[in-house]
């Protein structure tokens, strides 16, 4: 694309003095240069900017490409790390498409003795029993006698809490004898209680068949800020001693009913163990 003019005049036998017409000997001519100028020269001018041209203008952002192979690849590192984060842990891991809340609860459990109770005889603990042995599984042993469920569960009519009495003690007290027949009466007032003692032994007894009570549970749970409640008779549940699996809990159930026996074994409490030496009554 490069030529000198002073070659061609030479070699066509053309010899002018001109100074308009004669070309330039050493001058190259770059002719992608003069195509680019030319176009430049001919484009059409920028027409004045229109009020419509500054109310409908837009912005827009300008893209840099960086051609450094270092910041690329930290750049799609950072990219592969923020991936990884939203799919795999607050998405996958920690569900975070799922909308949680720390429910409340509420409980009502209610006792019943069995409709019948295991014999005496056959309770080990009980020193009234025809296998009669002062340590039991190396606790001491006591008399035992029947209760009703309302006996047994105290205060009476609770629910949630509930407190089951296993053992207790029976007090004999003499009750003192005033004359309250007028309001106005020193007598109604108590103030010498020496009548008022212990006039027997206290003695100690076991509640018989204790672990054979059967406790109905009704429950229900509920989350306000996402508005939910259920009971648990439309739930399914499962009953676990620690890892060991005790049975189903299906739906449609009336309540739950445990007996004492069960609730004791999956929280892994040895109700003998709770007796003497450490709760000495």
Known sequence: SFY???FRQKQHGIRNSSPELAAPITTPVNHHQNLYQEKIMGAPKYKKRSWWDDTLSYSTVKIVKVRDWRLGALHYLFLFG??????????????????????????????????????????????????????FKGYQTYPCQY?????????????SPIFLTTRYKVFQ?????????????????????????????????????????????????YALSNDFAEKNTNMKGELYKGNKFLRYLEDGRTGDIFT?????????????????????I
Not at 88 to 93: G, S, V
């Open 4 to 6: 000198f003019t002073s």
């Open 82 to 135: 923020i991936v990884c984060y939203i799919c795999l842990y607050a998405i996958w891991w920690n569900q975070g498409y799922i909308a949680k809340e720390n429910p409340e609860g509420l409980v009502r459990a209610t006792l019943r003795a069995p409709p019948s109770l295991p014999s005496i005889d056959n309770l080990g603990y009980c020193t009234n029993s025809s296998g009669t042995n002062p340590n």
């Open 147 to 159: 209760q009703s469920a309302n006996n047994v569960a105290f205060p009476v009519g609770a629910t």
């Open 173 to 221: 007290r003499n009750a003192p004898s005033v004359d309250c027949s007028s309001s106005n009466s020193t007598d109604c007032v108590i103030t010498d209680t020496s009548n008022n003692l212990n006039i027997a032994p206290v003695p100690r007894f076991y509640t018989a068949g204790i672990e054979n009570y059967t406790l109905f549970v009704d429950h229900i749970v």
């Open 260 to 280: 004492v026996a069960e609730i004791l074994e999956s929280a892994q409490i040895d109700l003998d163990s709770l007796f003497l030496p450490l709760f000495p």
